[in-house]
């Protein structure tokens, strides 16, 4: 049986999908993706996702040239999430900022990191 | 408003934890959180989550060991995801492995990648 058929996609077929920055380590945003999404990313190894809201595939950085080059894949032990690891051009989040985690949670605010910048 | 109620929480009342390593950066699992296991992450600073197939809050640790101390709480720039830095003591995974994500996506096949052991 093909791998993807034994990924534990949810009701709506989608797993979440955490991207991880190769130069860095940093966890740079996370999105979705269903089998195909999957399938797309794995053939062109451009980071390729659902989104949920438009209900339609979204290849990161097609319209912003901020593009994921996807250099690893990997599953975890209950086959219900992915990691990718990825060479990202430019900000991965759509506010501008490198990683879409630029935020902390600090004595019940939401501060800016300045090292996530 | 509290930070918490900004948060979008999805129809089941959750958002996926993203959990990475404070030592070393790796990305160790991805679990959820309900409003209420977030506000006892931060109120205890032991990252506290909500197990779906139980249905019941999963202080991580309280049973194997291996738990997790929470050194920082990120927002992404949407709020409906949680990134957690953690002190991890022993193997983030029950099956025994420091980290979930154990296996990469190769060729079709799922391979352990003897670098994240």
Redesign the interface.
């Known amino acids: 049986m093909?791998?993807l058929d034994q990924i534990k996609w949810n009701e709506a077929g989608l797993v979440?999908a955490?991207v991880?920055d190769a130069e860095?380590?940093?966890?740079l945003?996370?999105a979705w993706m269903n089998r195909e999404s999957l399938q797309r990313t794995?053939d062109t190894g451009r980071a390729t996702y659902w989104s949920r809201s438009r209900q339609s595939f979204w290849v990161k950085g097609e319209t912003s040239g901020h593009t994921q080059t996807v250099r690893?894949?990997?599953?975890?032990?209950?086959l219900d999430?992915v990691?990718l690891t990825v060479d990202q051009v430019g900000a991965a989040?759509?506010?501008g900022?490198r990683t879409?985690?630029?935020?902390?949670?600090v004595g019940?605010?939401?501060v800016v990191?300045s090292e996530?910048l």
Chains 1, 2 share one sequence.
């Open positions: 093909d791998v979440p955490v991880q860095n380590g940093q966890v945003m996370v794995v690893n894949i990997a599953l975890d032990c209950d999430t990691l989040c759509h506010e900022y879409c985690f630029f935020r902390d949670l019940g605010s939401l990191n996530r």
